[in-house]
Each structure stands twice: as C-alpha cells, then as structure tokens.
C-alpha cells in the first residue's frame, strides 16, 4: 500500500496498491469503505459530488481502478488484499457483479425461453419455461468468491452485500448497442449483424435480476453480512431502472443513482451503529 | 417326388443354413424394412427404455433429424441432468412400458389428469412420472408451467413425427391403485415415498401389453394418420424384479412376453416393423462382446451391429441415396445460440471494463 496522493481525471486518490493498479478514493479516515465491480463506479462518481461531498455526515472513500480510464474493473486478488487491508474497522460494502444476467442473456436465446414470474409476451406458448433453480445454477459460480472475499474481512466492523441496478428497458439497451461501434464491430466478427438479435424482454431480464438479487441476499445471509437491495425510488412501476438513473449504456446506473445508493449505505450503518 | 411347404421356403428360413453359417444380420430384416426403415427426409421420435436412447446419436450421425421440441437454450446444456431425460424428442425420459406410453400421450391430450400427479418432498414439487429430474419445481405454480410445457413438447414431437421409433423395455411396473398411472420407477426409488395403501406391483400380460401399444398407436393415428412405427424390443436384462422369480427367468418372460407383442402389434396394424435389436444382440450366434462383463449392458460393439443395421439402405422420398449433410439443423441451432451467447457476454464484459469511461465523468 503506498501512499501517493494522486489524481485521475478529476478524482484525488490517496493510496494505491502494491503494483499501483487499485486506488484509493476519498478519505482514508472515512467510516465506511465501498468496493466492488463495475457497478460502484456510480458511488465514486457520486461521492465527487460537491453537495455530496458537503451534505454526507459520514465520510465515504471507494477502492476502484488507479487508472479509470484504462484499467478493468476491480476484482483480482490484488484489488482484494487492498480492501481487506484497508477495512479494519470499517463498514464494508460490497457492489458485488450485478451484470450476470446481461453477460448470459441480453439477447433472446435460441428456442426462447421464459421462467415463473415472468408477465409479459415473453411467457407465451412458444418459450420453454425453465426452472428458477436451473436459472440459480447458472448465476451460482459467480457468488463462488465471496465465500473467501467475506471471511477474510473478518476486522470490519461491518460487511454488506449490494446487487447492481435494476435492468434498463428493451429500447434503451436496443438504441445503446446500435449506437456503439465496437459492439456492431465485434457481432460481425462472429458472422452476425447486431441489429437481426432480438433484445430479451424486460420482464424477463427482470426476473432474471430478482433470481440475483436473491442468491445475493442468500450469500449475505450465509456468510454474515447486510444485504442491500436496489432503492425502490429508482425503480418504475414494472421494476425497470427509471430513465434519471441511467447512463448513455446498457447496464450501468449514473452519480444520481450513485447518490440514492450512498443514502441507503448511510441510513444501514447508521442503524447497524445504534 | 414328395412335395412340402419347407421346399419353396428361402435359406433364411432353415437355421443350418442362415444362422450355423453365412450368418448375415441383414436377413433378419423382413423383405419390407430390408430396403429402407428410414427415409432422408423422417422427422424422427423416439420413446422406450435406456436403449432406446442409443439410437439417437446414430440417427443424427447419419444427417436424419431426430425431432426434438423440448431444447434447452444452449446457455444451460451444460448443466446437470439425471437419467437422461433430455435425450429423448421431449424431455419425458425413458419409457418402459407401453401403460406409461399410452398414458404420456393421454395426459399430453389432456384426457387424463393422474391422481397422484405431483410429490411434495422438502420444498420441492417432484413429478412422479419424471421423478428424477435434476431442476423440478419448487412450488405448484411453477410445476404447473413445466409440466404444462412438457406435455405441450410431447404432443409436437408426437404429433410432427414421420416415424416412431418405440423401444419396448418391461413388463414389470408400479402403478397406483387409485387410477392405474403407470410409473417410471417405484415411488420410493428414484424420489417420493412408497405407500402400500396407494401403490402397487404390476407385471402386465401380453394381452393388456398389446392392447396398451394398439391403443396408442391408434389414438396417435388420429392425429398424424401417415406415422410410421419401428418397434424394438430392449435386449437389455431386467436390473431387477419384484417377482418371486430369479431375475433371469424373470426377464426371460419379461423379454418373451415384449417379443410377442413386437410381433402381435406389427402384424396386425399397417405400417408398423419389428426391428430385430433383441435376436441382433441376445441370439444364440451374436458374439460374446456383444453384452459388457456383467452380461447385461450392451457393449459399444453390439450397439454398432444394431444401429448400423437398422439405419442401412438410407434413401430419399425420391428413392436416391445420399451422403450425411455435414451439419445437421440441430447443429445450426446449437451454434446460432453460442454465438448469440458470446455477444451477450462480450457486450456485458466491455461494458464493465468500460464503466468508469462514461462521458459523465
């Protein structure tokens, strides 16, 4: 852990990592540590906020990439002994993955499929229903290293587990992957044309995020930690992201949605600490 | 000169001359099936025992379509399944007896709703006619999609097939008393729990064998008039019996009572053949090697003198011969969907590698 105070882009990082790959972002002192995958960047971008900065009573600093505009996502060991060195006598939250529903079924499968709970056209006669416990199995490795991430952050004073935003709707992501170059690129390589896959439904994306949302809680549950849903505020009527917490991509949620996020943290630990 | 039947009869028809030497597995195959019992155009069923499934990769080796309606996206065939259900054109498993056959097919339509038609055992909601599936349901709601959805899968293959190939396995079977629903296994076995007040042993006669296999076919016939039945019976020894016989008898009169209505139901009802896989591999002039070590299993080498036998003479509608298509439509399948896969995952993979690139920033 060497302590450099350094910027990327417009955000000051005070320590860095062995190999200087995973920073430190905010306060060092700050009570409570976020760290995690892709879907905590919105916190670090929401904790840069002047009026979050200000209006939170409780520090928060972010374990993320030293480089943001270069490195991946957090995530290997490195990253980790970082946070667990960082954590003794915080409270830890853990943004943990959230994208396993897009990385396996943002386009409809070939034959289509559906799952109980599932409203809308997807359900129709033509989609194999195909039980929630396959669907488990499928999420289920990538809750596989919390069970080591969790035990070794044995001197936090708290650990809590948060799932990634709700999904986005069909023609949003639809709009997003035509637009984006790299995508449209990278479907010919493999002989197809982007713009002929049928986005899945949201209904099912939807309920694919619930069945993570809920192996998520089981983990929590299992290995001793919070769990922290996704904010009901930023959910419209069907469960979809609504449109103010969205960036320009498929997945991921902006600093407002960042902001909703760190007052639910705040609101937690708060109670955890009374 | 003293004239008998046996003078006009072929050398096929006297053992010394057929089966002591020039033994040939093709003329076993009756002077009808001897040209072709496939066409390159069949849309292929098949039902039966655990040998009934060794057909499968055979047919599709050889570029004929082996209908399936119950696939699986290609992101969870990968997953873990018992007893082989998804082998089969839907995911019904292995179909021992022509009662369970008949009755799949009538629950399919919707004409019979079993009495005991699903268990609760530890939260989850098992089906006693798949009593070995890997995901069963975990509350009634969702059972009822599924089943919903396999009886649907039942009735396309069913009903879309040009040939039905039928693999009779036992004659023994446990049902309930309540209503006769023959099933797979005895509850207890596989899932559920055997009650003597409601289940029973039941080793079914060539006569209700017979009339459960005519029934079917007809009530089949009824809505795909022009299929066309292959049946076989599994040489396959019984694993075991619940009758006070030793299970080599027991099989023996399981296997003796099948082969009789083999030959009953394809004599009497047009265009269904008996395929000789049970004399193929159990005769007395099949090699050793034909069955594993345990003298019950078929080995890959008796496997291979079936299915080479019963998929020879392979011709068209039109009657031309043809070579196997390199990739079958089931293969195109397959790959459309790992593609489809892979673009999902890339997409998710850039996205976070990207996140902190947002213009917001």
């Given at each position: 852990m060497a302590k450099i105070k350094?910027?990327?882009?417009?955000?000051?990082?005070?320590?860095?990592?062995?190999?200087?790959?995973?920073?430190?972002?905010?306060?060092?002192?700050?009570?409570?540590?976020?760290?995690?995958?892709?879907?905590?960047?919105?916190?670090?971008?929401?904790?840069?906020?002047?009026?979050?900065?200000?209006?939170?009573?409780?520090?928060?600093?972010?374990?993320?990439?030293?480089?943001?505009?270069?490195?991946?996502?957090?995530?290997?060991?490195?990253?980790?002994?970082?946070?667990?060195?960082?954590?003794?006598?915080?409270?830890?939250?853990i943004v943990w993955n959230g994208n396993q529903h897009n990385a396996n079924f943002i386009f409809q499968t070939e034959p289509k499929f559906t799952m109980l709970g599932v409203t809308d056209d997807s359900c129709n006669q033509e989609s194999v229903p195909i039980p929630r416990a396959m669907i488990r199995d499928i999420f289920k490795p990538s809750f596989e290293e919390l069970s080591?991430?969790?035990?070794?952050?044995?001197?936090?004073?708290?650990?809590?587990?948060?799932?990634?935003?709700?999904?986005?709707?069909?023609?949003?992501?639809?709009s997003s992957i035509l637009q984006e170059k790299y995508f449209t690129d990278m479907a010919n390589s493999l002989g197809v044309d982007i713009g002929d896959?049928?986005?899945?439904?949201?209904?099912?994306?939807?309920?694919?995020?619930?069945?993570?949302?809920?192996?998520?809680?089981?983990?929590?549950?299992?290995?001793?930690?919070?769990?922290?849903?996704?904010?009901?505020?930023?959910r419209d009527a069907f469960g979809m992201l609504l449109p103010e917490y969205w960036t320009p991509d498929v997945t991921h949620a902006n600093s407002k949605y960042g902001e909703l996020l760190i007052e639910e943290i705040v609101k937690l630990i708060g109670k955890a600490s009374n | 000169?003293?004239?008998?039947?046996?003078?006009?009869?072929?050398?096929?028809?006297?053992?010394?001359?057929?089966?002591?030497?020039?033994?040939?597995?093709?003329?076993?195959?009756s002077e009808a099936s001897q040209s072709s019992l496939f066409q390159k155009d069949d849309l292929i069923v098949s039902a039966g025992?655990?040998?009934?499934?060794?057909?499968?990769?055979?047919?599709?080796?050889?570029?004929?379509?082996?209908?399936?309606?119950?696939?699986?996206?290609?992101?969870?065939?990968?997953?873990p399944e018992n007893l082989g259900y998804r082998n089969f054109s839907a995911a019904y498993g292995n179909i021992y007896t022509a009662r369970h056959l008949r009755q799949l097919y009538e629950q399919a339509l919707g004409v019979r709703v079993p009495a005991e038609d699903r268990w609760h055992i530890d939260g989850m909601v098992i089906d006693p006619f798949r009593p070995g599936l890997a995901y069963p349901a975990e509350s009634d709601a969702e059972f009822d999609l599924l089943k919903a959805?396999?009886?649907?899968?039942?009735?396309?293959?069913?009903?879309?097939?040009?040939?039905?190939?039928?693999?009779?396995?036992?004659?023994?079977a446990w049902q309930s008393k309540v209503d006769g629903s023959v099933f797979p296994a005895c509850p207890g076995t596989i899932s559920g729990i055997f009650d003597e007040d409601k289940h029973e042993f039941k080793n079914f006669s060539v006569e209700e064998i017979t009339e459960d296999l005519t029934k079917f076919i007809e009530l089949l016939r009824e809505s795909n008039p022009r299929l066309r039945f292959i049946i076989t019976v599994s040489p396959v020894p019984l694993v075991a019996t619940a009758t006070k016989s030793h299970v080599l008898l027991a099989s023996t009169y399981s296997k003796s009572v099948l082969r009789v209505v083999a030959e009953?139901?394809?004599?009497?009802?047009?265009?269904?053949?008996?395929?000789?896989?049970?004399?193929?591999?159990?005769?007395?002039?099949?090699?050793?090697?034909?069955?594993?070590?345990?003298?019950?299993?078929?080995?890959?080498?008796?496997?291979?003198?079936?299915?080479?036998?019963?998929?020879?003479?392979?011709?068209?509608?039109?009657?031309?011969?043809?070579?196997?298509?390199?990739?079958?439509?089931?293969?195109?399948r397959s790959k459309a969907g790992k593609i489809i896969s892979e673009i999902s995952r890339r997409i998710a993979r850039a996205e976070c590698d990207e996140a902190m690139m947002d213009k917001n920033l």
């Open positions: 350094s910027q990327s882009g417009n955000y000051v990082h005070e320590l860095k990592s062995k190999s200087g790959k995973w920073a430190l972002y905010g306060d060092v002192d700050a009570q409570i540590l976020i760290c995690g995958q892709s879907h905590a960047a919105c916190i670090l971008e929401a904790s840069n906020l002047p009026e979050v900065k200000t209006g939170s009573a409780i520090a928060i600093s972010v374990c993320y990439s030293a480089d943001l505009y270069t490195a991946g996502p957090p995530g290997d060991r490195e990253y980790w002994d970082f946070v667990i060195e960082l954590s003794r006598g915080k409270h830890v939250v080591e991430i969790i035990p070794s952050l044995s001197n936090a004073a708290s650990i809590t587990l948060m799932n990634g935003p709700a999904p986005k709707p069909l023609t949003h992501i639809q896959l049928v986005i899945t439904s949201d209904s099912l994306r939807l309920e694919l995020w619930n069945v993570l949302a809920g192996l998520l809680a089981d983990s929590a549950q299992k290995l001793g930690a919070n769990f922290l849903g996704a904010p009901a505020l930023s | 000169m003293i004239n008998n039947p046996y003078l006009v009869q072929p050398d096929r028809a006297f053992w010394s001359r057929s089966v002591s030497r020039n033994f040939s597995v093709d003329s076993l195959l025992s655990c040998f009934a499934s060794n057909l499968i990769p055979w047919i599709e080796n050889e570029g004929l379509e082996y209908l399936r309606t119950e696939e699986l996206p290609s992101q969870f065939k990968d997953l959805s396999h009886l649907k899968a039942v009735l396309g293959a069913f009903h879309k097939a040009t040939v039905f190939v039928f693999t009779l396995g036992l004659t023994e009953n139901v394809s004599n009497l009802l047009k265009d269904v053949s008996y395929f000789p896989a049970f004399e193929i591999i159990t005769g007395p002039q099949a090699p050793f090697e034909y069955f594993e070590s345990d003298r019950r299993n078929v080995s890959e080498i008796g496997v291979a003198e079936v299915m080479g036998s019963l998929l020879k003479g392979l011709t068209t509608s039109e009657g031309k011969k043809t070579n196997p298509p390199v990739e079958t439509k089931q293969m195109t």
